[in-house]
């Protein structure tokens, strides 16, 4: 199980980045529309004016159940250790166990 400290930080990055998305999404836009490279660079300076925990880069997927940052699938949401023991015990729909 994660620390709950780091499962609220990656909330937090997540409401910041949603709070910034049309704001670095509009900024980009205007860089490619403007010729000038001096106003290039007053744009890039609006882009960096966000926090930093706003950029998309920063986010983290995480275990729905267990909060484990490594590992993840991402169509059911779960680390590869609790996806195997739910596949096991049939908690999965449609999920079938390997055997080889």
Request: one cysteine or more; a positive charge.
């Amino acid at each position: 199980m994660a620390r709950k400290s780091l499962i609220q930080r990656e909330k937090k990055r997540q409401k910041l980045e949603q709070k910034y998305h049309l704001i670095r999404r509009s900024s980009k836009k205007e860089i490619s529309k403007v010729p000038a490279l001096s106003d290039k660079w007053e744009i890039y300076g609006k882009l960096q004016s966000p926090p930093r925990n706003s950029a998309p880069t920063r986010l983290h997927r995480r275990c729905f159940s267990t909060g484990r940052p490594r590992a993840n699938y991402r169509d059911f949401g779960l680390s590869g250790h609790i996806l195997r023991e739910m596949v096991h015990a049939c908690l999965l729909p449609g999920a079938t166990r390997s055997s080889w």
